[in-house]
């Protein structure tokens, strides 16, 4: 089956740095990967879509000069928190879209627990 | 705003019984989906719904979709400790496009 590598699973860091989590489809290529962000016994909430080679599209209320995507690549995406403050704790999964079967399947990461102190 | 509600949060049976989780949304879509996830985890998927009546069975889960009242419930049978998790549905309004509304979650205890 299809495979959607994140890494890293597990971050820590100092406040006001800069961290960066990378998403990988391991085995198939996709146009469209997606960013979630889940809070602690909550659920997951849409933060951008990301489409290789153009500019993501972020949700409503998401900053996008703090929650930089690239999509450099058909496997490749990432997400960089800047300046990251013990409020951007939290678990981020990505997820990427495969077309298949005549229509779009979506396989989700592990997710990155990211703790900011 | 779209918004899909899961009902119950919370949830903790007995072995061997049979419940019922119900997931309400309040627009149109074409297709909802069952993930479970796992503390620590991420998502598994488990259905996938797209159109009105359909019905799938996996084991002791089994999904059904009513897009005219806007429900969608996972019926759980025989309840095993392995089935403990957090249940999440899921909303495409997007007609295909993938972004996905999530619902509130259900967390499912199994006790023996």
């Known amino acids: 089956g299809a495979v959607v590598s994140q890494h890293p699973s597990w971050v820590i860091c100092k406040s006001g740095t800069s961290v960066k989590i990378e998403c990988r489809s391991l085995d198939f290529q996709a146009t469209t990967m997606f960013w979630y962000r889940q809070f602690p016994k909550q659920s997951l909430m849409l933060m951008a879509t990301s489409n290789e080679g153009s500019k993501a599209t972020y949700e409503q209320g998401v900053e996008k000069d703090k929650f930089l995507i690239n999509h450099a690549s058909l496997t490749l995406s990432t997400l960089t928190v800047t300046s990251a403050h013990p409020e951007d704790s939290s678990f981020y999964i990505c997820?990427?879209?495969?077309?298949?079967?005549?229509?779009?399947?979506?396989?989700f990461g592990a997710g990155t627990r990211l703790s900011v102190l | 705003e779209l918004k899909v509600e899961q009902n119950p949060l919370f949830l903790s049976m007995q072995e061997g019984k049979n419940y019922t989780i119900y997931c309400n949304y309040s627009?149109?879509?074409?297709?909802l989906y069952w993930y479970r996830q796992d503390p620590g985890k991420s998502l598994e998927s488990l259905f996938v719904?797209?159109?009105?009546?359909a019905v799938k069975q996996e084991g002791r889960l089994m999904a059904s979709l009513d897009t005219k009242a806007r429900l969608s419930t996972l019926h759980i049978t025989a309840a095993v400790h392995d089935l403990s998790a957090t249940y999440f549905c899921a909303v495409d309004p997007s007609f295909g496009n993938e972004k996905l509304t999530f619902g509130t979650g259900t967390r499912l205890t199994i006790i023996p």
């Open positions: 997820s990427a879209t495969r077309y298949r079967g005549g229509k779009n399947i979506q396989y």
């Open positions: 627009t149109t879509s074409d297709r």
């Open positions: 719904l797209l159109s009105n009546g």
